[in-house]
């Protein structure tokens, strides 16, 4: 039976814009707890952002590198948040929170993938972005061909998708989900609605092409 692609769509900073992804279908979205990047909320902006979210939409708090108090903060402002850990996280600390989480991995020639998963092994899932300067968000694709077939956790495919690639993304790689923040933006923080609606089109789209292949 096919299995739906999840969408998420991460860097939300604005009441409309998540009004926008909920609308457009998304499965969850993302807010941005690290204050070098500009699309950086506090836990408590946030917070008000979340409580937008109808039931069975997750919100996913996105921390590079964060101290403790950071964390504490992140989980006393979004108790149900899923924590998404996207800077240099050891497996201890990612799962010392004693919460769900996300892995991310910065894909590059050489990245050993199947053991960066081994060793998160209690992660939900990892998510593959490029290797950019920073971390994350900078609208760049990585070669998905060094993906390896038979990763052990469910993988959210990252790193410069937009509607016009988000198919072929599908199609190759077969992700669990799919994860947009530049390429559904007007300027960096700001989504656009109409962008958000065709990347979700666009989704369901790869999926149903998946299904009529495997009918």
């Not at 600390?93 to 998963?117: H, I, K, N, Q, V």
């Amino acid at each position: 039976m096919n299995q739906r692609t999840r969408i998420k769509i991460c860097g939300l900073t604005r009441e409309a814009d998540v009004d926008a992804a909920v609308q457009a279908g998304a499965d969850a979205v993302g807010f941005v707890l690290y204050d070098k990047s500009q699309r950086h909320v506090s836990p408590a902006r946030a917070a008000e952002l979340a409580r937008r979210l109808p039931p069975f939409v997750t919100p996913v708090a996105l921390l590079v590198n964060a101290s403790d108090a950071e964390v504490d903060a992140c989980i006393a402002a979004l108790p149900l948040a899923l924590l998404q850990f996207h800077g240099d996280e050891a497996p201890q600390r990612c799962d010392e929170t004693s919460r769900p989480y996300l892995r991310a991995a910065r894909m590059s020639e050489g990245f050993d993938l199947l053991d960066f998963a081994k060793q998160f092994s209690n992660a939900q899932a990892i998510l593959l972005d490029a290797h950019v300067e920073g971390f994350g968000g900078g609208g760049k694709v990585f070669d998905w061909s060094l993906i390896p077939a038979n990763v052990p956790s469910p993988v959210v495919l990252s790193g410069g998708l937009h509607a016009g690639n988000v198919i072929e993304g599908i199609l190759q790689v077969r992700p669990w989900a799919v994860d947009v923040s530049s390429g559904v933006e007007a300027a960096k923080g700001i989504k656009d609605a109409a962008l958000i609606r065709r990347f979700c089109d666009a989704v369901r789209e790869a999926d149903a092409r998946i299904a009529i292949s495997e009918s």
